[in-house]
């Protein structure tokens, strides 16, 4: 299968599913699907990520869809079409703008995301608009850490790494965001290590890296960890019962995402980078364990996970305080790269 195969599967499901959510105004590609040629070969593992407009306001509240549609697992955010309705709103938001730049329209009954698509694309280089999205993700670093830094005091370790989690995405974006890149969650930490080391900032990765705890893991390690993580996986899968947070990430189909998403980092020669796309994982897949497999199963799960977040640093009792404030010193250090690119990047038009 080649990406205009899993695009055609894609709009497949948008006409035949998709567009039946009340208040369907539209759908387009999301992601790195949106910009890959579409002769580039398309492993079973990837996924096509979606954007659904709806006017329903129910609708757009609603959690993420994902399937597996004719062989193609698509992974879909119902969104409230007025996100859409204003082009700055759209160009200046970091979330949105490269993907409708790209213009990857899937479904437009009135035209409206081709109109969209033109005028994001015209103004998307401008100076304003990237200071604009950078300014938004250093407003979400700041925010997703500031919170981090108050479940730690209330004692809500679950809720502080979700936190902190975020801010490191958000972190590794600006980065990308600065050089005109599109974000990205897996690979968020191998992108933007390129670019600083391309800017002549390696040694500001290394720092992101150290916050993350995996600055000094060899290969070897890494590899084991993912080993225990994909054992962790494939038993949540099997024992779920209820509903918990992300709990759509947990499905027997997206193994291969997890498991070949993370090798094919491991083989570029970017294993460290690569633990930050299953750690929080993993800790979805031990919550489910703990909370639904056999009593006799869970001490043996839950040691070789103490033993990975404790490799890391991420453990309650890990000095949390410290981590905050260095994260806090790499942000600012990483927004000084941020406007060092975007100054020295004379094809941006005022």
């Known amino acids: 299968m080649i990406v205009r195969d899993a695009l055609e599967h894609a709009k497949h499901w948008v006409d035949t599913e998709g567009s039946r959510i009340p208040g369907f105004v539209g759908a387009y590609v999301a992601g790195r699907m949106a910009s890959l040629p579409l002769d580039t070969p398309f492993s079973a593992w990837r996924d096509v990520d979606l954007v659904i407009a709806t006017s329903n306001a129910e609708q757009a509240r609603a959690s993420r869809l994902e399937m597996l549609h004719k062989g193609v697992i698509v992974e879909c955010s119902v969104l409230d079409a007025a996100l859409f309705q204003k082009f700055e709103s759209v160009v200046s938001n970091p979330e949105h703008a490269d993907n409708v730049r790209e213009g990857r329209i899937l479904a437009d009954p009135t035209g409206a995301f081709q109109t969209l698509h033109e005028q994001v694309a015209r103004e998307f280089p401008r100076r304003t608009w990237v200071k604009a999205r950078c300014d938004s993700h250093r407003r979400a670093v700041l925010g997703h850490l500031e919170q981090a830094m108050q479940d730690a005091g209330a004692g809500a370790i679950p809720r502080m790494l979700l936190n902190f989690h975020a801010a490191m995405v958000y972190l590794s974006g600006l980065v990308a965001l600065s050089h005109l890149k599109p974000i990205t969650v897996r690979q968020c930490y191998v ?8 800017q002549g900032h390696a040694a500001l990765h290394e720092e992101c890296l150290a916050l993350l705890g995996c600055a000094d893991l060899s290969r070897q390690e890494v590899e084991g960890y993912l080993a225990d993580f994909m054992r962790a996986f494939d038993r949540a899968v099997e024992v779920k019962k209820g509903d918990v947070p992300y709990g759509f990430k947990l499905r027997a189909h997206l193994r291969g995402a997890y498991l070949e998403g993370t090798r094919e980092m491991i083989d ?11 750690f929080g994982l993993y800790f979805l897949a031990l919550m489910v364990i703990q909370n639904d497999a056999p009593e006799a199963e869970k001490a043996a799960f839950q040691a070789r996970f103490h033993a990975f977040f404790g490799r890391l640093g991420f453990l309650p009792t890990s000095p949390w305080a410290a981590r905050f404030q260095q994260t806090k010193a790499v942000f600012e250090k990483l927004s000084r790269a941020a406007d060092e690119a975007i100054a020295s990047n004379t094809s941006l038009p005022d």
């Open 191 to 198: 992108l933007s290590g390129e670019l600083l080391e391309r």
């Open 268 to 278: 570029a020669g970017r294993h460290r980078e690569s633990m930050f796309w299953f």
